[in-house]
């Protein structure tokens, strides 16, 4: 039999029986495809296709379309049978409620998502109450916020003061009181990160902020090698990089050397 689809409800079950809960970044097909056959829980179609994928230096400029572009990539590739969420782009959810409201539907409507994602704390609570009595699941994103790079003056670590660690605390409480099923929590302590998670009735996230968290998410290059660097957060699982320069070099050397296509390889 078929495995079910998660949803929402599958991840608080998942958080209540201490299960963890695994999430990679996705922005292609196949890739979404291997991840999922492999067990994988949800993907997130990360505004960080910006960085890993489309040679932007941060996920700033990264547009709705190019978002939505990606997300229908992965919600194909899992014949929409995995839980996907799709990260709304920088300024895709801060012009206006409505304006939230309408690209927040795309991702349902359009590319066949399951859910958002937004970063942010206080400030974006009363939009994820509106979205979630509108339909929307949302995962929220506290700690390191990287639409916030260039007021921030760069990435940084959060909740190392004890008021820092409170206020994380308070967003998370909010964010989970406003409808929030899932936050993510970026490069948080791992202290901090422990004690939001254990406050918490929704799962929580992290990604630099240590094993208390109920799951963890990576970038999918990260994983594999493709970076080109590896943040303190991440593990290399392979190294892509160099299979791929083998592979590019040797495909360079047969048809530079006439050992390709041989007959095998052509129509008669
Ligand atoms: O864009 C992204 O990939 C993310 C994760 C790092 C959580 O937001």
């Known amino acids: 039999m078929a495995e079910q689809k998660p949803s929402v409800s599958t991840f608080r079950k998942m958080k209540r029986e201490q299960k963890p809960v695994v999430m990679l970044t996705a922005y292609d097909a196949p890739t979404a495809a291997l991840a999922v056959k492999c067990g994988v829980d949800l993907l997130l179609v990360g505004d960080s296709v910006g960085n890993a994928i489309l040679g932007y230096t941060t996920t700033i400029p990264v547009t709705m379309e190019e978002s939505l572009h990606h997300c229908r990539a992965v919600v194909r590739g899992t014949r929409s049978n995995a839980f996907v969420i799709g990260d709304m782009p920088f300024m895709s959810y801060h012009a206006s409620e409505e304006q939230a409201l309408l690209n927040a539907a795309k991702y349902l409507q359009d590319a066949g998502c399951d859910a958002v994602k937004l970063e942010g704390g206080m400030e974006v609570v009363p939009l994820v109450k509106r979205m979630t009595t509108a339909g929307v699941p949302v995962c929220a994103h506290i700690g390191l916020c990287p639409q916030q790079v260039k007021v921030q003056g760069g990435y940084r670590i959060a909740g190392r003061s004890g008021d820092a660690a409170e206020r994380l605390m308070q967003e998370a409480l909010a964010l989970e009181e406003a409808g929030a099923f899932m936050i993510v ?51 290399r699982y392979a190294d892509l990089a160099s299979i791929m320069e083998n592979a590019f070099t040797s495909y360079v ?7 390709f296509p041989t007959s095998e390889n052509a129509h008669q």
């Open 253 to 259: 050397e047969d048809v530079r050397s006439g050992k």
């Open 185 to 235: 929590l970026e490069c948080v302590t791992a202290p901090v990160a422990e004690k939001i998670t254990q406050a918490l009735s929704i799962p929580t996230i992290g990604i630099g902020s240590g094993a208390g968290c109920n799951g963890q998410v990576q970038v999918v290059t990260d994983i594999l090698g493709l970076s080109g660097y590896l943040p303190k957060h991440a593990k």
